[in-house]
Antibody, heavy 114, light 111 residues
Framework: QVQLVESGGGLVKPGGSLRLSCEAS????????MNWIRQAPGKGLEWISY????????FYADSVKGRFTISRDNAKNSLFLQMDSLRVEDTALYFC????????WGQGALVTVS | DIVMTQTPLSSPVTLGQPASIVCRSS???????????LSWLHQRPGQPPRPLIY???NRFSGVPDRFRGSGAGTYFTLQISRVEAEDVGVYYC?????????FGQGTKVEI
């Protein structure tokens, strides 16, 4: 059974940093591109970052480019999102999501910047 | 960026009756590899989105066959043949043809 579990969310002041983790189980993470997608309170979905299976290719939304870094440790079946220079508008529930078909989602990690 | 526009944004429905959501993209979603990466997701309050449809018309495992996706190019639809109570929530279309991947604003379906 495919499972994605995010962790590392919390309350941080503007300008601060957080590192989100996503632990995958039920499949070999190395075989799948992964994404981070966020949802601000009461709002819609926003894709923010993609990483290829090998980790060699990454893409970012303009809203986070230069501040967020996506990475992965396939040996540990884990995906990460390093978030620096956080802003109030980064407050959201952050989901790790498998593939470009968005076929599997975690429950999300809440990040509050205030 | 490709803009995804959904209509309607709110859809009151009657149990047992059909419902339909339209999603338009500002550019064709046909990828150079021949695929069209248009997906549909359903989100109930307090839950993560649940994937329903990928590549226009393919249902994920476990998705009831009352959900049907169709379309091509820049015009796509999600149809529910007979709405059931569990179908309430917000529906999103999403494109993964061109970065940045983008979502529609969401359509709220309520009884």
């Amino acid at each position: 059974q495919v499972q994605l579990v995010e962790s590392g969310g919390g309350l941080v002041k503007p300008g601060g940093s957080l590192r989100l983790s996503c632990e995958a189980s039920g499949f070999a993470l190395k075989d799948y591109p992964m994404n981070w997608i966020r949802q601000a309170p009461g709002k819609g979905l926003e894709w923010i970052s993609y990483i290829s299976g090998s980790g060699g290719t990454t893409f970012y939304a303009d809203s986070v480019k230069g501040r967020f870094t996506i990475s992965r440790d396939n040996a540990k079946n884990s995906l990460f999102l390093q978030m620096d220079s956080l802003r109030v508008e980064d407050t959201a529930l952050y989901f790790c999501v498998r593939l470009r078909n968005f076929d599997s989602w975690g429950q999300g990690a809440l990040v509050t910047v205030s | 960026d490709i803009v995804m526009t959904q209509t309607p944004l709110s859809s009151p429905v009657t149990l047992g009756q059909p419902a339909s959501i339209v999603c338009r993209s500002s550019q064709s979603l046909e990828h150079s590899d021949g695929n069209t990466y248009l997906s549909w997701l359903h989100q109930r309050p307090g839950q993560p989105p649940r994937p329903l449809i990928y590549k226009i018309s393919n249902r994920f495992s476990g998705v009831p066959d009352r959900f049907r996706g169709s379309g091509a190019g820049t015009y796509f639809t999600l149809q529910i043949s007979r709405v059931e109570a569990e179908d309430v929530g917000v529906y999103y279309c999403a494109q993964a043809t061109q970065f940045p991947w983008t979502f529609g604003q969401g359509t709220k379906v309520e009884i």
